[in-house]
Nanobody, 121 residues
Framework: QVQLVESGGGLVQPGGSLTLSCVASGSISSINDMGWYRQASGKERELVARITRGGRTDYADPVKGRFTISRDNANNMVYLQMNSLKTEDTAVYHC???????????????WGQGTLVTVSS
């Protein structure tokens, strides 16, 4: 059973920083794209950032220049470094992974349960 588990959320003041982590647990041989999405209260889930296995990145306009996505392929992890946080960044942040392969299975897409980030003074 493969799962995505996020950590690192919490309460931070405007202008502060947080780093989110996501680990894919299980006997994984490879993962294609990984990314972070967020869902604010009453809004649709939206892409924050994504990264290919080779390290190519893509960011949503509201976070460009403030957030950095990275990954550790050896340990099946993806990170989101968030700087200069704004109140509008408050949301549940979900980890996402595409084309996860184990020795016996292939998962087209998986989602983590999410971690809450609250930006407030």
């Amino acid at each position: 059973q493969v799962q995505l588990v996020e950590s690192g959320g919490g309460l931070v003041q405007p202008g502060g920083s947080l780093t989110l982590s996501c680990v894919a647990s299980g006997s994984i041989s490879s993962i294609n794209d990984m990314g972070w999405y967020r869902q604010a209260s009453g809004k649709e889930r939206e892409l924050v950032a994504r990264i290919t296995r080779g390290g190519r990145t893509d960011y949503a306009d509201p976070v460009k220049g403030r957030f950095t996505i990275s990954r550790d392929n050896a340990n099946n992890m993806v990170y989101l470094q968030m700087n200069s946080l704004k109140t509008e960044d408050t949301a549940v942040y979900h980890c996402n992974a595409h084309d996860i392969r184990t020795m016996y299975s292939r998962y087209p897409e998986l989602w983590g349960q999410g971690t809450l980030v609250t930006v407030s003074s």
